[in-house]
């Protein structure tokens, strides 16, 4: 049974910093890209803010780069997001995906988790 539970979600002021993880698991972590996905109040969800595989290549959408650093541990089947100089518009919930291919289209994610909420408010 495949499975992605997200942790680590809460409230921080802004400016802080939270680490979100991804256990997975029913799946072989290192044969597929995993993504990181947020979906606003009210918005619809958005396209991939980072990506990785297994061979170390990673992606990062505009309005995270330089703030967001996605990694992963293929030993533990934990993908993880580290999340500094949070904004409010940062809030939201975040979900990660697993797909069998390097793409940003939420579409072509099999596999997703439930979701961890991030509130980014003073």
């Known amino acids: 049974q495949v499975q992605l539970v997200e942790s680590g979600g809460g409230l921080v002021q802004p400016g802080g910093s939270l680490r979100l993880s991804c256990a997975v698991s029913?799946?072989?972590?290192?044969?597929?890209?995993m993504g990181w996905f947020r979906q606003a109040p009210g918005k619809e969800r958005e396209g991939a803010l980072c990506?990785?595989?297994?061979?170390?290549?990673?992606y990062y959408e505009d309005s995270v780069k330089g703030r967001f650093t996605i990694s992963r541990d293929n030993a533990k089947n934990t993908v993880y997001l580290q999340m500094n100089s949070l904004k409010r518009e940062d809030t939201a919930v975040y979900y990660c995906?697993?797909?069998?291919?390097?793409?940003?289209?939420?579409?072509?994610?099999?596999?997703w988790g439930q979701g961890t909420q991030v509130t980014v408010s003073s």
């Open positions: 990506i990785s595989n297994s061979n170390g290549d990673t």
């Open positions: 995906a697993a797909s069998p291919w390097w793409t940003t289209d939420g579409k072509n994610y099999d596999y």
């Open positions: 029913g799946f072989t972590l290192d044969a597929y890209a």
